[in-house]
Structure formats: C-alpha cells, structure tokens
C-alpha cells in the first residue's frame, strides 16, 4: 500500500519541481528580456542624443560658413538658419536644427545658438566666434621682401605698470607676460633694423629672418620662418642675426638641448613661424585686399564713390558729443568751402580719387580712397584722443599709398595702403603740404594704432617718431574691415 501512495507523492513532486523550474526561467528570461528591452533603449536615447548633439553642431558650422561668406565687420549676415530635414550621410532625415546668430558690438565677435532635435531628443549648443583680421592685429603688418627700420624708430611703448607701487615696473622689459597683450610685428620677409637705437616692446614675426644690430632691441619674443631644431629639439638656427638682443624678461623658457640648465644655447624667446602653427609655433598669414566695390555699394556719401574719379580735400569736425562725424569738403587750397555732410554714427567713406585729410573723427568710421590718401594736418580722434574705444574707431584705407605730409603730425587708427602701383615705398614722407618734394627733416610724426603696407615705408625724414600700439581696435573695429571667423569656444547649454 505504501508503494503506490509513494509513487504517487514522488510523481507530484516531480510536476511541482516541474512547475517552479518553468517559472523560474520564465522569470529570468522576462528579467533578462526587460534588461535587454532598457539597454536597447538606452542605446536608441544615447544614439538620438549623439545624433542630436552631432545636428546642433552642424548648425553650428554652417552659421560658420554663412559668416565667412564676405565678412566684413558690422556687416555680418545674422539671419537666423532653419533646417527642418536634416538628413545623415546615406540621406536619411535625422531631424532638425536652427540657429540665432547674435553680433553685439558690431565688431570682434559673434554668438551662435543652436538647438536641434532629433527623436524628441532636443540639444543646444553656443558658439563663440571670433573674427580675426590681420588688418587690425598687429601693430605692423609688413608685405615686402625686407622691410627696413631706420636709426631711432620705436615700435610700441614701454608698459611701466607698477601695481604694488614700489618703484619697480611689474614688467622686467616693459612687455607684459600674455602676448595677446603686447603690440607685434608680422612679416612676409625679413626685418632688417638697418639703423642704430631700434626698439620694440612686444613680439615681431617674420617668415624669413630679423637682422639686427647689438644697439637694437626686441623686449619680447621672435618667430622667424627660419627657426629649425634638431631631432632633440636643441635649436641649431634662431633665425635671428646680426647680433639684436631678444627677450621679454620672465622664466618661460624651456632646456631645449635637455643639458639640465636654461642658458643661451636653449635660445630663450625665439619661435618658429610655420603655415601650420601650433607647439611653439606661430601661423604664417597672408594680407587681405580691399575691394573697392564693396565700399562703394555701402558708402555713406554716394556722390564721393562716382564713376569719374575726383580727388578730395575733406576736414573731419567731431559733431556735438563726438559720437558722429561732419565731413566738410573744401577746394584744394582747404581755403574754401564746397560742401558738408553729416555722417552717422557708424560710417563707409569711399571716395573714387585721392582723399587729402585732416581733423577729428567721431563713431566709427572707415576712409577708403581708390587712390591716394595724404595726411595734410593731425587725423585722431574727438577731443585729440589717440586710442580706440567703443564709441570711436577709424581706417583709412588706400588702394595706392599714404602720404604723410605734415611737418609735425599725428594720426591714429588702421593705416593701410595696398601699393597697386607695386612702387618700392607704400608710405611716404618726402613732400610738404603744399606737394612740393622736400625730403628735409621733419619735426615729429606720432602714429597711433596698426599700419598694414605692402612694399617699404619713407617715414625716416621724421626726426622723432613713435608708432604706437592700439590694443582697442582688435575689440572697436570699424564698420568694413575683412575678417575670418575663428571658432573659439563651444559649450551645451
């Protein structure tokens, strides 16, 4: 009797072992099903939010892109970009993004919005864009084979801060530590100090090499085109010569030649000068051309950019607070008057014709002449400010040359002249006012701000003369400078 009945318990037992088996890896099937489930979701959401980011950034670039197309300051194509089919690379739509472009000051700098969406996953990115320009970056800017300084020149001014007060300027050789902060040289040759008592407080570039004599000095760095090292990376040319000492004063060098000490065999403050940049380098740049058409098509004086071309003898006269500017136009004599007009705050003048100029300026403004530009008396600022700030700026921009005419003189701002007549000299000193060749001596000449020339300069007539730097205008440009959008900083918002 007990035989069965234990058959019968063992063959229940066997089914609820049976039954608990079953449910057991039904449970861990659905366990491992519904963890499975939420990591491929999790893979979809990190997929869509890669997608999202990646969209948000192309919506970055292509804001990029539309700026670059004819980038002029204060002329900036700020309409907003829409994409509603964003597509991936095999022509899928991946979703959508749009861009708010955002130009505050007109000048230096843009901000980018851009938000996309794709699978309901929504992403925005902020982008800040410089725009660089070479016309306003450099205290010289020199397109010549070898650009020569004559016996006195200074480029730059001695930076005496003294921040604790202790009678001791903060800064070893009068150059603060950032570079951005110094006044530069750039070279597409050589720079050859040909005379005695050369100075500059900030760094030079050259593409070839500097020549330089022991009574000069550069109180900064040197980048050359002609700095090599070898596989150690001990330098074995400084394309530096002639013997002008380099050197901003402050222990930021390096053991090039690994000998365990930093001396003069490790060339203290000299660089390279490469097309690439980076590492210890500097980037090669080439000038950037005016076109006239441009400023023709924007100028705030139609009559001055006709089709026949008329020279013009203009007096600048700051109008009421200073924040615009009156051109009064006289006859050649600057004796009689033949017109008047009120500019803007913000303002192109363009004259098809050589410009004779002196006064004050008011805003921001920009000079350009399809010809010739001659300094007849002091160009600055209202009030004889020499530096740029928010509410004044100015360019004088010349196809040919700048003429510097005055026996004592004093002009401020971008100071460009593209020599389209390829003459060895783009600057020249050799006449009086009245356009009489006199190469005799002259008093003092003070520029103030950045010079961009193609060819070599004649300012040596000038017995005492200082070309000041201008750090404002990389910041206050004035409305039409060519600039080249530079992606600085991207972060999620």
């Known amino acids: 009797m007990m035989i069965p009945s234990l058959l019968r318990n063992e063959k229940g037992m066997a089914l609820i072992a049976i039954y608990i088996t079953s449910l057991f890896i039904t449970t861990i099937s659905a366990a491992a099903f519904s963890k499975s489930f939420f990591e491929m979701r999790q893979v979809e959401r990190e997929i869509s939010r890669l997608r999202s980011f990646a969209a948000a950034e192309a919506g970055v670039q292509n804001a990029m892109a539309q700026i670059a197309v004819n980038a002029y300051t204060g002329f900036i194509n700020t309409s907003p970009i829409n994409i509603s089919n964003f597509q991936a690379v095999d022509g899928s739509t991946v979703g959508s993004y749009s861009v708010a472009i955002d130009y505050p000051d007109q000048a230096d700098w843009v901000t980018v919005n851009s938000a996309a969406n794709v699978d309901g996953d929504a992403r925005t990115l902020e982008g800040r864009i410089f725009l660089d320009s070479n016309l306003s970056k450099y205290l010289v800017y020199a397109d010549a084979p070898d650009f020569g300084s004559g016996t006195n020149a200074q480029y730059g001014e001695p930076d005496t801060t003294d921040a604790d007060r202790d009678g001791i300027p903060d800064y070893p050789e009068f150059v603060p530590p950032s570079e951005y902060d110094r006044a530069a040289l750039y070279f597409t040759g050589d720079w050859t100090t040909s005379g005695n008592n050369v100075r500059l407080y900030g760094d030079t570039n050259a593409q070839g090499r500097v020549n330089g004599n022991a009574s000069s000095r550069i109180h900064g760095d040197a980048y050359t085109g002609q700095y090599t090292t070898n596989g150690s990376g001990a330098v074995t040319r400084s394309g530096v010569g002639g013997g002008i000492p380099v050197g901003d004063g402050f222990s930021d060098d390096r053991d090039r030649n690994g000998d365990g000490i930093i ?159 390829n003459s060895p000299v783009s600057y020249d000193s050799n006449y009086n006012v009245a356009g009489q060749y006199d190469p005799a001596g002259k008093v003092r000449l003070r520029l103030s701000g950045n010079r961009i020339i193609k060819g070599s300069t004649n300012l040596s007539n000038y017995q005492d003369r200082v070309y000041g730097y201008d750090p404002s205008l990389k910041y206050f440009r004035p409305p039409g400078i060519p600039v080249v959008p530079s992606l600085r900083t991207v972060r999620e918002k």
């Open 263 to 421: 001396d003069a065999s490790d060339y203290p403050d000299h660089h390279g000068l490469t097309q690439a940049g980076g590492g210890d380098n500097h980037r090669t740049e080439t000038l950037t051309q005016i076109d006239n058409s441009f400023y023709r098509s924007h100028n705030s004086i139609p009559a001055y950019g006709g089709l026949a071309a008329q020279n013009r003898y203009l007096k600048f006269v700051s109008a009421g607070s200073g924040a615009a500017t009156q051109v009064v136009e006289y006859d050649p004599t600057f004796t009689n008057v033949l017109n008047s007009y009120n500019l803007p705050a913000t303002a192109i003048l363009y004259v098809n014709g050589s410009i004779y100029a002196k006064g004050e300026i008011g805003g921001r403004v920009s000079v350009v002449s399809s010809s010739n530009i001659y300094f007849d008396g002091n160009t600055t600022y209202s009030t004889a400010q020499t530096r740029a700030d928010t509410a004044h700026s100015v360019a004088f921009m010349a196809k040919n040359k700048l003429y510097f005419r005055a026996n004592d003189l004093a002009v401020s701002g971008i100071l460009y002249a593209e020599n389209n007549s």
